[in-house]
């Protein structure tokens, strides 16, 4: 099992033990705000479950009918993540709208907030290791999931927040209204990570500093050349693909183009890892005097 694979385990695990904390929390309540506190960590736990068997997807190594990989699985995950958050916002605008029209008063708000806390720290951690992880493991589901987390650490804090005011006021319309704002941020949450995670499965490109970076160690590392054009980029889970055109003298021979090739690799790997160059060579009279000239 790799790291990532333990990691989204580790996220099951803590999961199923927030879900209960808040589950009863709001049992002991009968707080709709914490009713939707809970049921995002349902989410929680079905989307940590699927970033896991997207994970040991993506670790399969590349076969005949996947010559590139599987990595697009945990783009795949990400989606499916974010539409389980849109649907948990639309149950929660649900439940608040009938506690607002008629709403009760709440029973050991003190042992149901404190409750809802605990599993409030616990996934705020979490959230920061999952973030960490996923950046150094270049791993889109661990990144999604972490953010997942945040959000919830937030929603969270905005839920304990209504509560409490309900609970100190009387004013017992306080809590669907936190409840409501609760389904507000985790509309957004959902709907930002399907966004940005149709983007990996439209081959995006990387940020536009990381291009220009590869651009400059092109530039600087394929002495010999005369120029490179066509440059594209793009994202597939844990890997990033490039390809370009690269032109040389005509009189050149293959051997010593085919050194400049393996500059310009090692150049770029000792960078930027998990990259799969593909370098098209061509004659001078194939230069087109608008691609990356070299230095």
């Given at each position: 099992?790799?790291?990532?694979?333990?990691?989204?385990?580790?996220t099951?695990?803590?999961?199923?033990?927030?879900?209960g904390?808040?589950?009863?929390?709001?049992?002991?309540?009968?707080?709709v705000?914490?009713?939707?506190?809970?049921?995002?960590?349902?989410?929680?736990?079905?989307?940590?479950?699927?970033?896991?068997?997207?994970?040991?997807?993506?670790?399969?190594?590349?076969?005949?009918?996947?010559?590139?990989?599987?990595?697009?699985?945990?783009?795949?995950?990400a989606?499916?993540?974010?539409?389980?958050?849109?649907?948990?916002?639309?149950?929660?605008?649900?439940?608040?709208?009938l506690?607002?029209?008629?709403?009760?008063?709440?029973?050991?708000?003190?042992?149901?907030?404190?409750?809802?806390?605990?599993?409030?720290v616990?996934n705020?951690?979490?959230?920061v290791?999952?973030?960490?992880a996923?950046?150094?493991?270049?791993?889109?589901?661990?990144?999604?999931?972490?953010?997942?987390?945040?959000?919830d650490?937030?929603t969270?804090?905005?839920?304990?927040?209504?509560?409490?005011?309900?609970v100190?006021?009387?004013?017992?319309?306080?809590?669907?209204?936190?409840?409501?704002?609760?389904?507000?941020?985790?509309?957004?949450?959902?709907?930002?990570?399907?966004?940005?995670?149709?983007?990996?499965?439209?081959?995006?490109?990387?940020?536009?500093?990381?291009?220009?970076?590869?651009?400059?160690?092109?530039?600087?590392?394929?002495?010999?050349?005369?120029?490179?054009?066509?440059?594209?980029?793009?994202?597939?889970?844990?890997?990033?693909?490039?390809?370009?055109?690269?032109?040389?003298?005509?009189?050149?021979?293959?051997?010593?183009?085919?050194?400049?090739?393996?500059?310009?690799?090692?150049?770029?790997?000792?960078?930027?890892?998990?990259?799969?160059i593909?370098?098209?060579?061509?004659p001078?009279?194939?230069?087109?005097q608008?691609?990356?000239?070299v230095?």
């Amino acid at each position: 099992m790799s790291r990532g694979e333990r990691i989204a385990l580790g996220t099951v695990v803590l999961g199923v033990l927030v879900l209960g904390l808040k589950t009863a929390g709001w049992w002991l309540t009968g707080s709709v705000a914490l009713y939707s506190d809970a049921l995002e960590s349902t989410v929680n736990v079905a989307a940590s479950l699927i970033a896991l068997g997207a994970l040991r997807l993506a670790a399969k190594p590349a076969d005949a009918n996947h010559p590139y990989g599987h990595d697009k699985a945990e783009f795949f995950a990400a989606v499916i993540e974010g539409v389980l958050i849109i649907i948990a916002a639309m149950s929660i605008f649900h439940q608040a709208w009938l506690s607002f029209r008629a709403p009760r008063p709440l029973d050991m708000p003190a042992v149901g907030l404190a409750l809802n806390g605990l599993a409030t720290v616990l996934n705020a951690i979490w959230a920061v290791v999952l973030e960490r992880a996923g950046r150094k493991l270049r791993s889109p589901a661990l990144v999604a999931d972490g953010r997942h987390l945040l959000s919830d650490v937030v929603t969270s804090v905005g839920v304990a927040f209504g509560v409490g005011l309900a609970v100190v006021t009387g004013v017992l319309i306080l809590d669907p209204i936190a409840a409501a704002a609760t389904g507000v941020y985790v509309l957004w949450s959902g709907l930002s990570m399907v966004s940005s995670s149709v983007g990996g499965l439209m081959d995006a490109a990387p940020e536009a500093p990381v291009v220009s970076r590869v651009r400059e160690l092109v530039a600087e590392s394929a002495e010999g050349a005369i120029e490179a054009h066509d440059l594209r980029m793009r994202h597939a889970g844990r890997l990033t693909f490039l390809e370009f055109h690269l032109v040389v003298p005509g009189a050149m021979s293959v051997a010593e183009a085919h050194q400049i090739c393996d500059r310009i690799e090692d150049t770029l790997r000792s960078e930027m890892s998990h990259l799969m160059i593909t370098i098209h060579v061509e004659p001078e009279e194939k230069a087109k005097q608008h691609g990356v000239p070299v230095l």
